[in-house]
């Protein structure tokens, strides 16, 4: 009777040991917000994103409190705007650049003017339930890598 506490104990530091021993299932990196002149409705975000999982994932929903709404889109062609994107597969193990020119972040309403050097605050959602919270920086410019 004496012993069965601290195995148990050991077993359950060993199991919540183990949930966590992996990492998340998407990481995160190159994470700015173009900069905007006032009055701008719609910003564009940048980052690039890595499955860290074994199996393919999606992107089921992306939000901010600093902004109305938050989705996918393609690149500007020509005259046209940019269109949302419905589906994102982020396959396993391999980044996924969202740059200026390609796929990006379209972060639309913004709540405050945002300036230089402000922080704005990134919810993904992914399809296998996880999902990440991350801190941008709104810049003129790409950071350095």
């Known amino acids: ?7 148990v104990m050991l077993l359950l530091a060993l ?7 992996d ?5 995160a990196s190159h994470i ?7 009055g701008v409705h719609v910003l564009s975000g940048y980052l690039t994103l890595e499955n860290n999982t074994d199996k393919p994932l999606k992107i089921t929903g992306i939000s901010s409190p600093d902004f109305k709404s938050v989705d996918l889109g393609t690149a500007n062609v020509g005259a046209h705007a940019a269109m949302p994107l419905t589906s994102v597969p982020l396959p396993p193990h391999k980044p996924l ?5 390609g796929p990006h972040l379209r972060l639309m309403q913004p709540h405050r003017q945002l300036y230089e050097g402000d922080m704005v ?3 993904f959602n992914f399809s296998d339930g996880s999902s990440l919270t991350l801190m941008a920086s709104v810049t003129g410019q790409a950071p350095n890598s």
């Not at 700015?32 to 006032?38: R, S």
């Open 1 to 7: 009777m004496k012993f069965r506490l601290p195995i």
């Open 15 to 21: 199991a919540w040991s183990t949930a966590f021993a």
């Open 23 to 27: 990492g998340p299932s998407v990481s």
């Open 32 to 38: 700015w917000i173009k900069t905007a002149p006032p």
């Open 97 to 101: 650049e969202f740059k200026p020119g």
């Open 121 to 123: 605050t990134l919810h």
